[in-house]
């Protein structure tokens, strides 16, 4: 089972600032966080609870924190909704923005994504919209799946928002299209691009730079694909259906590719292999560098640091281990068993990694030369699976288990 691009936390600081922006699993979305100054061991308990809230609506959303407001999703009724929070952890406001899903795992996972005072969210029945960030109230609306004849995954959306430039980025797949460009400030269709007649993943597209030229790099069902964020053109694809593996040979992709120098690493679950693409000096083709059969993460996002790449494979639902492989060559460092897999985000050089069973949280230096916890532990509100992201601004740790909300400070 299983998605993500869930509605994690987004971050940025002023909203008088030039182009504040907070996007799924931070900056660029590579889920390393920009912070310095951090603990670099825990107390044996666990670093110091700031605050907690609990009982609010269900969601697999981390969360977004801008000038000391807290965002992050749930759903309530038959919507998907909205929180802002405050840094004492007291609900400020809630709003609902779109329609949620509304079979298997309904729990909202879009992250919204925050520049400057509007937010942008997707709903898991594929509603888009766009929120004042100071009041809540609502900028634009869009069915876009019904708008665009857009298809779905079992899990329903699971993408969370890009932008760049003017426009705001949407990926429906279907018989008519496969992404379209929305007008940022008004919702209003700026293009469509071709179908490739297949099925939305449960991923979030990545804007990457080759040699000053921009290309959205996502994952549909089938394929990768690089598409001009100007008009749509989509300029290359990849065959990743083919690489499926194991029993299912399952194409169930949610997982926001990794983009460093010229490589694009690709990998998602269920046995499925990863793959290594070198990208061209123009962006205008892609080709297989290598294939990797052990690193199959299935939903909690890897890193790279240096030359190495860290994540959690699959060995079925319940159960992983923790790798780490040479970025280059794909070469093995490391497979080690650790409580069970799950969520990876990265701050000075240390890896935080989230156990998607029991919720244990371990605090690691990124090293090939093994995976040793330095401290750990254990999340002890909410209920249900750990599958939000873990989220770090201004050296607070953010932590979301589906209706429990928790603040710590991993301050030094």
């Known amino acids: 089972m299983f998605l993500l691009g869930f509605a994690a936390i ?109 937010i942008y969210l997707s709903s898991g029945k594929g509603d888009l919209a766009c929120l004042n960030a100071l009041t809540g109230n609502i900028f634009w609306q869009v069915k876009a799946s019904e708008k665009f004849e857009g298809t779905f995954g079992k ?20 018989e008519k299209t496969t992404m379209v460009a929305l007008n940022k400030n008004t919702g209003e269709t700026v293009w469509k691009s071709k179908s490739l007649k297949d099925k939305p993943g449960y991923v979030s597209p990545l804007m990457v730079d080759r040699n000053g030229k921009k290309l959205i790099v996502t994952v549909t069902e089938n394929n990768v694909i690089g598409v001009k964020p100007e008009d749509g ?28 120098n010229g490589k694009i690493f690709v990998t998602n679950g269920y046995d499925h292999k990863s793959v290594m693409l070198d990208l061209s000096e123009d962006a205008s083709s892609v080709k297989l560098a290598y294939v990797d059969s052990l690193l199959d993460v299935h939903h909690g996002g890897a890193v790279r640091l240096g030359k190495y790449v860290y994540g959690a494979n699959w060995e079925h639902n319940r159960m992983g281990r923790w790798v780490c492989l040479e970025w280059e060559t794909g ?73 429990a909300l928790m603040a710590y400070n991993i301050k030094a």
Not at 25 to 54: A, I
Not at 90 to 100: C, D, H, L, S, T
Not at 158 to 174: A, I, Q
Request: proline letters at 6%.
């Open 233 to 260: 053109e989509i300029i290359w694809t990849f065959n990743y259906a083919e690489y499926a593996g194991g029993q299912w040979k399952a194409n169930i992709q949610t997982n926001t590719p990794l983009y460093y």
């Open 331 to 403: 070469k093995m460092m490391y497979e080690t068993e650790w409580e069970n897999k799950g969520s990876i985000i990265s701050a000075e050089g240390m890896l935080y990694c989230y156990d998607e069973k029991d919720g244990n949280i371990a605090l690691t230096k990124a090293s090939p030369e093994g995976f040793k916890v330095i401290s750990t532990f254990k999340v002890p509100l909410g209920k249900g699976p750990h599958w939000s992201h873990l989220v770090i601004k201004d050296g607070i740790l953010y932590v979301r288990h589906e209706d």
């Open 10 to 118: 987004t971050i940025f600081s002023q909203y008088n600032s030039p182009q504040q922006k907070s996007e799924w699993r931070g900056p660029d979305r590579t889920g390393v966080y920009n912070e310095t100054g951090l603990l670099k061991e825990w107390p044996e308990k666990g670093p110091e609870m700031l605050w907690s809230l609990t009982d609010i609506p269900k969601g697999y959303s981390s969360v977004a924190v801008v000038n000391d407001v807290v965002y992050l999703t749930g759903i309530q009724d038959s919507m998907d909704v909205l929180l802002a929070v405050d840094m004492a952890g007291k609900i400020k406001w809630q709003v609902p923005y779109g329609r949620r899903w509304d079979s298997t795992f309904p729990d909202s996972r879009c992250t919204p994504t925050i520049e400057n005072d509007r």
């Open 155 to 174: 899990w329903g959306i699971s993408e969370s928002l890009l932008l760049h430039g003017d426009y705001v980025y949407y990926t429906p797949c279907g």
